[in-house]
């Protein structure tokens, strides 16, 4: 791969800034956002050499980003190696990775929630300020949960018409300007 321009280097590093901030390796992030501005697949080495990191760090990083769902192995004719690519769809992208935010953080935070709620029922000795909380927490982590399951049902188009509509929504609900 050639040597990144201004902008792609300045989007590859925010990207990257961006992606400690919600918890993801900066390396990960960055491999990512090269992936995705990536016009064709590249091999791991390609990647290491034009993000200047260790090629075991790419090697992790790739796994890390597959098992995401994000980037595929891909072959390309000719060469023996393994090639990367990122979901190029942003929407689609968006899709997955919410998928599997809600499958490691909110699905185990439901489970929890419902265990401590069952606990309490059990124990007489239970406050009821903590069991009325976590029945508060339980039923916006469903509601939030139902809601996203059924926007993430839409197809893309209608979900960007949903998504531009804005202040027509609050409108619409009577929440005037």
Not at 76 to 89: A, P, T
């Amino acid at each position: 791969m050639k040597a990144l321009s201004q902008v792609q280097q300045k989007f590859v590093l925010h990207w990257g800034e961006m992606g400690t901030r919600w918890g993801i390796n900066r390396t990960v992030a960055q491999i990512h956002a090269l992936l995705f501005i990536s016009p064709v697949p590249l091999n791991a080495e390609d990647i290491a050499d034009t993000l200047t990191v260790a090629r075991s760090n790419v090697s992790t990083s790739l796994k890390e980003l597959q098992a995401w769902g994000i980037v595929r192995l891909v072959h390309v004719m000719g060469d023996k190696r393994d090639h990367f690519e990122s979901m190029k769809d942003v929407w689609e992208m968006f899709r997955v990775v919410l998928d599997e935010r809600k499958k490691r953080e909110v699905d185990p935070m439901l489970t929890v929630l419902r265990d401590c709620i069952i606990e309490a029922e059990k124990d007489k000795q239970a406050d009821e300020h903590t069991e009325a909380k976590l029945r508060e927490l339980l039923e916006f982590f469903e509601t939030t949960t139902g809601w996203y399951q059924q926007v993430r049902a839409l197809p893309t188009p209608a979900l960007t018409r949903f998504m531009k509509l804005g202040d027509k929504a609050r409108k619409a609900l009577g929440l005037g300007e």
